[in-house]
């Protein structure tokens, strides 16, 4: 069984909501990105994503492009992410998934990508530049593998929400906003009844993400969907306390 | 009329999702109001009375003689309004934008051209506009910052990334991503995702028919050869699409080389090195590491500076239609100091490059053969940067 579905029926047994931190590969360094996610699961991480950071994040705000920038000038190469997940697995056996974007896969090797994937054991892919409409590309190599490819769906997606996920596996990630990944002091008032829209349309996991950045928000959200993302603001936490793994842990421990 | 997503393997909408419905809605918009009576009629009424189309074919005679072979045509766009071929595409762009009630515009630019041009489409219909250029840019194209802002534009300086023209074009998307509600996007480029490449070259395809027209009347048959520049590639596509049926017609794209292919700093993207990756929502050739980081592009001219290449072009270079050759900084200013001396003509560093390579293939070709070079835009705004290249104080 994939890890992330073992995952969210445990989740379900004892009656609570995913929480599922998102860092950045490299971000301020490979040794540390090892750390960190012992960190984020000894802090309660369901699930943990791993970005691999890429020169032109379409879907990124500013919190993210700079972990990015700051991998990059650590001289982060993509196999870093696959040698930390690797080594990870030694230890750990918390859910996965790697968020990276279409160019990265592209660039490194369609196949390549997807052994490595497989060889460090990941459970979940998430790749935000690649629509249903091109899902033909990549995601028939995926669906012969254990790993998930994770939908994403939008506040406008509409009428394309049960197309979106109809084979959804692992969980939908719904898009809280308009714009990019960060912070956010207010939502768009629809936010709610597009993940309600969503999970009349499937049984898998819906869960939240893109500006959510404290505890209010995910109880907010956690009463209607299955779990919270939350990415900009642990980076911005590692950054702000020069990647102090004591600190970060505390803020993610708060967020539960 | 006919409208695909992909152009072979390229093209595609590799955006996030939030945007798919948006696209979906813009490419209904597109198909069904650009192929109206009342679309073509008011662009051709603007591009008569506002640009002053149709540019003029001009024959260079002057440089016919001194090169010694083919006749040498320049498709004058250098004479549009605001200088360039951009005019064109953003000012159906903009009709577009106003059929579909919106009231602001949004545009990137590199060297300031597009930007320009959109900041001047949006006065001339009343629209709000934001133009997003690198922190770099502005301070190499202070002129042309100033130009948009008597406009009536505002320009975003965008510092993330590099600071250039891919990145202003990242931080456009991800604002029209969030306004896109109110919001219109106005690419300058042959890029994007899909509707984009076709749009805009549906708005620029009349450079070509007018020089294809302009040529039967003037010698009573085709060009042997078409040459036009290529960054992104909207002036070529422009001018080469209504000759790709024509199979006798030669077309050759040029790109940048920089300062030469082999040091690595050049914006050739059907360079040796490049590869195919995803950029700004589309797939196609790119420079980019074995990564698939996009490189930053260089070239002396500023509208030439990107990684990447239409997706269209991308079609045609592997079908073999279009041949994509490479000029570098030098062998450009050579051409823009010729067609200055020659014919009293300052062509852009852009178009530049597509006559260098135009220059030196006419002389071994027959005195009867027949070349054009689209001149995509005209020099003045390069003065600066050819003195510096020259070694000269202004």
């Given at each position: 069984?994939?890890?992330?579905d073992?995952?969210?029926?445990?989740?379900?047994?004892?009656?609570?909501?995913a929480?599922?931190?998102?860092?950045?590969?490299g971000?301020?360094?490979?040794?540390?990105t090892?750390?960190?996610?012992?960190?984020?699961?000894?802090?309660?991480?369901?699930?943990?994503?791993l970005?691999?950071?890429?020169?032109?994040?379409?879907?990124?705000?500013?919190?993210?492009?700079?972990?990015?920038?700051?991998?990059?000038?650590?001289g982060?190469?993509i196999?870093?992410?696959?040698?930390?997940?690797?080594?990870?697995?030694?230890?750990?056996?918390?859910?996965?998934?790697?968020?990276?974007y279409?160019?990265s896969?592209?660039?490194?090797?369609?196949?390549?990508?997807?052994?490595?994937c497989?060889?460090?054991?990941?459970?979940?892919?998430i790749?935000?530049?690649?629509?249903y409409?091109?899902?033909?590309?990549?995601?028939?190599?995926?669906?012969?593998?254990s790993?998930?490819m994770?939908?994403?769906?939008?506040?406008?997606?509409?009428?394309?929400?049960?197309?979106?996920v109809?084979?959804?596996?692992?969980?939908?990630?719904?898009?809280?906003?308009m714009?990019?990944?960060?912070?956010r002091?207010?939502?768009?008032?629809?936010?709610?009844?597009?993940?309600?829209e969503?999970?009349k349309?499937?049984?898998t996991?819906?869960?939240?993400?893109?500006?959510?950045?404290?505890?209010?928000?995910?109880?907010?959200?956690?009463e209607?969907?299955?779990?919270?993302?939350?990415?900009?603001?642990?980076?911005r936490?590692i950054?702000?306390?020069?990647?102090?793994?004591?600190?970060?842990?505390?803020?993610?421990?708060?967020?539960? | 009329?006919?409208?695909?997503?992909?152009?072979?393997?390229?093209?595609?909408?590799?955006?996030?999702?939030?945007?798919m419905?948006?696209?979906?809605?813009?490419?209904?918009?597109?198909?069904?109001?650009?192929?109206?009576?009342e679309f073509?009629?008011d662009?051709?009424?603007y591009?008569?009375?506002?640009?002053?189309?149709?540019?003029?074919?001009?024959?260079?005679?002057?440089?016919?003689?001194?090169?010694?072979?083919a006749?040498?045509?320049?498709?004058?766009?250098?004479?549009?309004h605001t200088?360039?071929?951009?005019?064109n595409?953003?000012?159906?762009?903009?009709?577009?934008?106003?059929?579909?009630?919106?009231?602001?515009?949004?545009?990137?630019?590199?060297a300031?051209?597009?930007?320009?041009?959109?900041?001047?489409?949006?006065?001339?219909?009343?629209?709000?506009?934001?133009v997003y250029?690198?922190?770099?840019?502005?301070?190499?194209?202070?002129l042309?910052?100033f130009r948009?802002?008597?406009?009536g534009?505002?320009?975003v300086?965008?510092?993330?990334g590099?600071g250039?023209?891919?990145?202003?074009?990242?931080?456009?998307?991800?604002?029209?991503?969030?306004?896109?509600?109110?919001?219109?996007?106005?690419?300058?480029?042959?890029?994007?995702?899909?509707p984009?490449?076709?749009?805009?070259?549906?708005?620029?395809?009349?450079?070509?028919?007018?020089?294809?027209?302009?040529m039967?009347?003037?010698?009573?048959?085709?060009?042997?050869?078409?040459?036009?520049c290529?960054?992104?590639?909207?002036?070529?596509?422009?001018?080469?699409?209504?000759?790709?049926?024509?199979?006798g017609?030669?077309?050759?794209?040029?790109?940048?080389?920089?300062?030469?292919?082999?040091?690595?700093?050049?914006?050739?993207?059907?360079?040796?090195?490049?590869?195919?990756?995803?950029?700004h929502?589309?797939?196609?050739?790119?420079?980019q590491?074995?990564?698939g980081q996009?490189k930053?592009a260089?070239?002396?001219?500023?509208?030439?500076?990107?990684?990447?290449v239409?997706?269209?072009?991308a079609?045609?270079?592997?079908?073999?239609r279009?041949?994509?050759?490479?000029?570098?900084d030098?062998?450009?200013?050579?051409?823009f100091k010729?067609?200055?001396?020659?014919?009293?003509?300052m062509?852009?560093?852009?178009?530049?490059?597509?006559?260098?390579?135009?220059?030196?293939?006419?002389?071994?070709m027959?005195?009867?053969?027949?070349?054009?070079v689209?001149?995509?835009?005209?020099?003045?705004?390069?003065?600066?940067?050819?003195?510096?290249?020259?070694?000269?104080?202004?």
């Amino acid at each position: 069984m994939n890890r992330i579905d073992k995952r969210f029926n445990e989740i379900k047994a004892e009656g609570r909501k995913a929480l599922i931190p998102y860092i950045c590969s490299g971000d301020p360094s490979v040794e540390n990105t090892e750390r960190l996610v012992y960190a984020l699961e000894e802090a309660g991480a369901d699930i943990i994503e791993l970005g691999i950071p890429f020169s032109d994040p379409l879907a990124d705000g500013p919190v993210i492009q700079a972990a990015g920038l700051r991998a990059f000038k650590g001289g982060y190469r993509i196999d870093d992410t696959f040698r930390i997940i690797e080594n990870v697995r030694k230890r750990s056996h918390i859910p996965l998934c790697i968020m990276v974007y279409y160019s990265s896969i592209l660039g490194y090797g369609r196949e390549r990508f997807l052994e490595n994937c497989i060889r460090a054991d990941i459970d979940g892919l998430i790749i935000p530049d690649l629509p249903y409409e091109e899902y033909d590309e990549f995601k028939p190599l995926v669906d012969k593998t254990s790993i998930y490819m994770i939908p994403l769906v939008g506040l406008t997606s509409g009428d394309r929400i049960p197309t979106l996920v109809k084979d959804a596996k692992g969980f939908v990630y719904c898009v809280s906003s308009m714009g990019v990944t960060g912070e956010r002091k207010e939502f768009d008032s629809r936010v709610e009844g597009f993940v309600k829209e969503v999970k009349k349309n499937t049984d898998t996991p819906a869960c939240i993400g893109f500006g959510i950045s404290c505890k209010a928000d995910v109880d907010k959200f956690d009463e209607f969907a299955d779990g919270c993302i939350i990415g900009s603001a642990i980076i911005r936490k590692i950054a702000e306390t020069d990647c102090d793994i004591e600190k970060v842990k505390a803020f993610v421990s708060g967020l539960r | 009329m006919e409208i695909k997503k992909d152009f072979g393997i390229y093209g595609g909408q590799f955006v996030p999702e939030t945007l798919m419905s948006v696209l979906k809605v813009l490419e209904k918009e597109f198909e069904e109001y650009c192929s109206t009576d009342e679309f073509k009629n008011d662009y051709m009424y603007y591009m008569k009375q506002y640009v002053g189309r149709p540019s003029s074919l001009y024959f260079a005679e002057r440089l016919t003689e001194e090169l010694g072979g083919a006749k040498i045509y320049l498709k004058r766009e250098d004479l549009n309004h605001t200088g360039a071929h951009k005019i064109n595409n953003a000012l159906a762009q903009a009709l577009l934008a106003k059929k579909m009630g919106k009231t602001k515009v949004i545009a990137e630019t590199g060297a300031g051209q597009h930007g320009v041009a959109t900041a001047t489409v949006a006065a001339l219909f009343g629209m709000d506009c934001e133009v997003y250029m690198g922190v770099e840019d502005i301070e190499r194209q202070k002129l042309n910052v100033f130009r948009m802002e008597l406009l009536g534009a505002r320009v975003v300086p965008v510092s993330s990334g590099t600071g250039t023209l891919k990145d202003a074009t990242n931080e456009a998307i991800r604002t029209w991503v969030a306004r896109a509600e109110d919001t219109f996007y106005i690419i300058g480029s042959a890029v994007g995702p899909h509707p984009y490449p076709t749009m805009v070259r549906e708005f620029q395809k009349i450079i070509g028919e007018e020089t294809r027209r302009q040529m039967l009347e003037a010698e009573g048959r085709l060009p042997d050869k078409v040459y036009a520049c290529v960054g992104g590639g909207s002036n070529s596509i422009g001018m080469f699409y209504p000759f790709v049926g024509d199979e006798g017609v030669k077309l050759i794209g040029v790109e940048a080389a920089g300062h030469g292919l082999e040091t690595g700093e050049h914006a050739a993207a059907f360079s040796p090195n490049s590869k195919v990756g995803v950029l700004h929502g589309m797939k196609t050739y790119l420079l980019q590491d074995e990564d698939g980081q996009i490189k930053t592009a260089y070239s002396i001219s500023a509208g030439l500076d990107y990684p990447g290449v239409g997706p269209e072009h991308a079609y045609l270079h592997d079908i073999g239609r279009v041949e994509y050759t490479s000029i570098t900084d030098d062998e450009s200013i050579e051409a823009f100091k010729a067609l200055c001396r020659l014919e009293g003509i300052m062509p852009a560093i852009e178009s530049s490059h597509a006559l260098a390579q135009a220059m030196k293939d006419a002389p071994s070709m027959d005195k009867n053969d027949i070349i054009v070079v689209c001149l995509s835009g005209r020099g003045d705004k390069d003065v600066h940067t050819v003195a510096k290249y020259l070694g000269k104080e202004i």
